[in-house]
């Protein structure tokens, strides 16, 4: 039996993947307070996009007509397996330069481990994961920062340059857009059924493991000015701050909405995420469910790890969830 399965990752880990962020609202109040602020020296470049509108990647414009993007995203272990959890984690972290429309140009690793208890080599294999999707992506990986941790962390700080003037915003919404949705939702209550129960679901993990790049590639050639990759906020929460920072409704179909076999079986078996449950209350208030069951609304609240873009357009064989219309009493509204 190889390292790798002689340990359970997700046994050593509160919560996985994306579901371990800071909910939403407690880490919006977290960094209100450093919006605005700016470099006492002179900057090196324009701020293009920061804190502001609580996109996916900072971007700033530099020389020769570019934009250098910044990211980092790092989290516990969503799957079993150290390799796939180091795929997962790099396609993860590369998704936010995607999501703005860049293309990814060098990675640092962020690396958390609890090295009194699991071994080195399994360590390596995260990282090795980790390597082998940024070098797919056609991304350096070049250093990195490794601590000592009670619980398992891998991630990377991923640094990407744009065009900026065809960067993907979350505030460039329209009434009017179409909105798509380039991988199927489901993943949240899948990993956290697989963290109890030890099933794999290679379905879950194809679509973890899979680039948002040449959905971005095909949005930003299509002249697509808004969108956010669909992470732990779920499609509800991620939804909701484009339709806020837009200015714009949106509205969901959610009879229209993609999700991985086994989901809706998971969901009734009770394989919730808290994470999910947090990020239906966070928008509820701003949101008008009245049309479906309370299940339903979570299934669309699950929590997401590397999850696909949202789109305010459309894209050859990309399903339409829903649209954008003028801002209306709810800021979300979802239509059975
Ligand atoms: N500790 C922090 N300090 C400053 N800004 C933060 C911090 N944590 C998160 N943010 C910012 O808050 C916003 C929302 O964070 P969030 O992690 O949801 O975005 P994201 O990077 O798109 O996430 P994901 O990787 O899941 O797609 C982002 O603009 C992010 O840069
Ligand atoms: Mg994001």
Not at 107 to 133: I, K, M, Q, T
Not at 198 to 205: D, H, R
Not at 244 to 263: E, H, I, K, M
Request: proline letters at 6%; aromatic letters at 4%; hydrophobic letters at 45%.
């Amino acid at each position: 039996m190889s390292t790798t399965m002689e340990y359970r990752l997700t046994q050593y880990a509160h919560g996985g993947g994306c579901a371990c962020k800071i909910p939403p609202g407690e880490l919006e109040e977290l960094v209100k307070g450093l919006a605005g602020a700016s470099p006492v020296e002179s900057p090196a470049g324009e701020l293009l996009v920061g804190l502001d509108g609580g996109d996916d990647a900072a971007a700033v414009r530099i020389e020769n007509g570019l934009a250098l993007l910044a990211t980092a995203d790092f989290f516990t272990p969503v799957v079993d397996n150290a390799y796939d959890f180091g795929r997962i984690a790099a396609a993860n972290a590369l998704s936010d330069i995607y999501a703005m429309g860049g293309r990814p140009v060098v990675a640092v690793n962020l690396l958390g481990w609890p090295r009194d208890v699991l071994p080195a080599s399994l360590a390596a294999e995260v990282l090795r994961g980790g390597v082998s999707v940024a070098h797919a992506a056609g991304c350096h990986v070049a250093g990195g920062h490794s601590i000592d941790d009670p619980e398992p962390k891998y991630g990377m700080a991923v640094t990407g340059v744009a065009s900026p003037s065809q960067l993907l915003r979350n505030d460039a919404g329209r009434a009017g857009l179409p909105l798509s949705l380039t991988k199927p939702l489901g993943v949240g209550i899948l990993n956290n059924r697989h963290k109890s129960t030890g099933e794999v679901f290679p379905e879950a993990v194809a679509s973890m493991v899979a680039l948002n790049r040449s959905a971005s590639v095909a949005a930003v050639e299509a002249g697509i000015a808004c969108a956010t990759d669909v992470t732990g906020f779920g499609l509800l929460g991620h939804l909701y701050k484009l339709a806020r920072a837009s200015g714009v409704t949106a509205v969901v179909s959610a009879a229209a909405v993609p999700y991985l076999a086994g989901a809706r079986e998971s969901l009734a078996a009770g394989y919730v995420s808290g994470g999910s449950r947090r990020n239906l209350e966070w928008v509820a208030p701003y949101a008008d469910l009245s049309a479906v069951s309370s299940d339903e609304a979570l299934l669309l609240a699950d929590a997401q790890t590397s999850g696909g873009l949202l789109l305010a357009g459309e894209l050859p064989g990309v399903p339409v969830i829903g649209e954008l219309v003028p801002r209306q009493e709810h800021v979300l509204v979802v239509r059975s």
